[in-house]
């Protein structure tokens, strides 16, 4: 009677899976312990009560609730997934398995990638694992397809006499269990062939076998299957010169991964880099998270030649951290820096950013196209480096303009932060004449030399911040077509604040000093900028005229005190 009533209030196709699952679930022969996910018997009274008391009528397109959400089907109980997830997941799985939405009957509550969805699912059709697995656990569509593979071969390594589905959900909790409690649920035979099978797929021989059931040990029925394979790693490892059985021990504790990669993917990609990268074992012992790398994307990786204007050997030699990237990646990045114009000169001082991801790459040269202060180094020898460190290169920023500082130098802005703070505490905030003379070089197109030298007439010409430089370049050009030679003549009158310029530039044509199209205009104009202070330069840190106020000031009390005199 319960059961009927129960029926009628859940409906048809939720009835239905419900009975699916409990039939699925019975089949494992597995205990509640160890495996929270995994039911050896039906479930009670009290459980479909539960679910009776938590049913709401199913309609997975439509609005349940004031917060606009939806209520699905998850397993054997309910749960809330907002409404645009809801549909995306369920047409993601409903096109993998080439079914109708109607019929998708699980929907976990974290968006589904599509592409990452489709990577793992050609993983599973590669170890002939069904689609209904995909139905039953649509959580394996969030993982990595890496670690999906990764899973499945090691448990292929370990003689597991069943791949399931779920194992790959939990397979951290599944190489917890210790080898005795496994063995006795029937998944795995004795320790000696497991490790007979890990040898034959590292190529080894039973002598080595033979060295590894013997260092066992002592209390081997508490040894997890984490263990056992830490202790073949790590025995391998010393063979091929990696270290020590002990220092393996510490590598494990630094690099986690390892314990989770196949045997089979670390000899793959030990392979290939000693072989086609020519690593040495010394180089690959101080980089071992190496070995973590997927070995068919090491694969395609040797089919670069160049990347960025540089031979891919010599830079996986000096930075070997870029063939942690995928293929996709260091070819969307090189698109990205052509496509912003960032030269590969610039990118051969810096190649760390080849480690960055793509999406990363794009949103921070978008944001420096955006940032005026940033803009200004896109033609920058050391752009590169800003690239890599901008985060921190933003939050200094904001700092200077809290501090109403002057923006200094590119390098300081991407500085270690020993130096920055030294740097800020010494009160040395001068611009790198490197940052200016590359900017107007690149502007003027002539010898670095010649700006430099016109430069350099000004005391105070390092420490200008490029915006200021480039704002009165700017209203110049806009003023007036003047030639080259007249701006060159004239590169101390971008030192000035803009608002000065602006004003004395007013004064000249008001007055008749000069006209635009004299060839000695600029040159008027920073005369009369530069005797505000007297010809000593010091006109430059006033965005106010307060030191041409000063010196008529000066002019009427000395006029004023020649008059009481005479």
Known sequence: MFTLKLQKQLGRERWDFLIYQIHSLTRRNLQTSGFPTIISTRPSVTVLRKVQETAVQYDRFTFKNNCRKRHTYLGNMLQVVPEGIQKRNCEVIASLLGIASEDVSRIPKKEINEERAQRVYRVLQEFELSSGAVRLYPELLLMNHGAVENYIRIMQESCFTDVREVFILRFRTVCKQSIKVLQNKALLPKIETVINRHCDELGETSEFAKYLIDTLPDDDKRITLFDLRSHILSAYFSKLSLGSHDENRNTFKKYPRLYYKSVNWITRTYKILTETFQFSNDKIRKHLYLLHTDPNNLQRLTQIDTLGGMDMKELSNSRPKVLMSTYETLREIEESFVEHGISFEAIQKYPEVFTLSSTTIKRRLQEMDTTPEFQLFKSHPRVARLLYYQNKAKSRLEEFRTMQVRVPSLHLLSA????????????????????????????????????????IRHPHWLHIPLTNVCSVLTYIQTLHSFSEKQLINALPLLLYPVVNVEKEVKNVLSTGEAKLTDEYFLQMVLYFLERQAHFTGDAVWHDKDVRHDDYEEDCESSNKHENNVE
């Not at 009160?427 to 590359?438: F, K, P």
């Not at 900017?439 to 030399?449: C, P, Q, S, W, Y």
């Open 416 to 455: 270690d932060t020993k130096s920055y703070n030294r740097s800020v505490s010494s009160g040395d905030l001068r611009v790198r004449g490197v940052d200016v003379l590359t900017f107007l070089t690149d502007i003027f197109k002539v010898d670095r030399k010649l700006i430099r030298k016109s430069l």
